[in-house]
């Protein structure tokens, strides 16, 4: 049972995060012959101003870029 938990900051719509976990549930029966019923997809959504990546608070690199990284 393939079990796919995605963290993200948060941000992304309902629509965007379905695409996501219909695009990984298909790599996932695709590239390893996983039931479909057996794949577990799921996303973990972060606060910006929980998190950093290169030293850098996420809330201060979206305010940069002006959207969700």
């Known amino acids: 049972m393939p079990l ?3 963290h993200l900051a948060a941000g992304r719509t309902a629509e965007q995060k379905k ?3 219909t695009a990984l549930t298909q790599a996932a029966q695709e ?4 039931p479909l019923a057996s794949i577990r997809v799921w996303t973990t959504e972060m606060q910006p101003t929980e998190f950093m990546a290169g030293g850098e608070l996420m809330a201060d690199r979206q305010a940069k870029a ?4």
Do not use: T
Request: net charge neutral; aromatic share 0%.
């Open 19 to 21: 695409a996501l976990m």
């Open 31 to 34: 590239s390893i012959g996983a």
């Open 66 to 69: 002006g959207s969700p990284s």
């Open 4 to 6: 796919i938990n995605v």
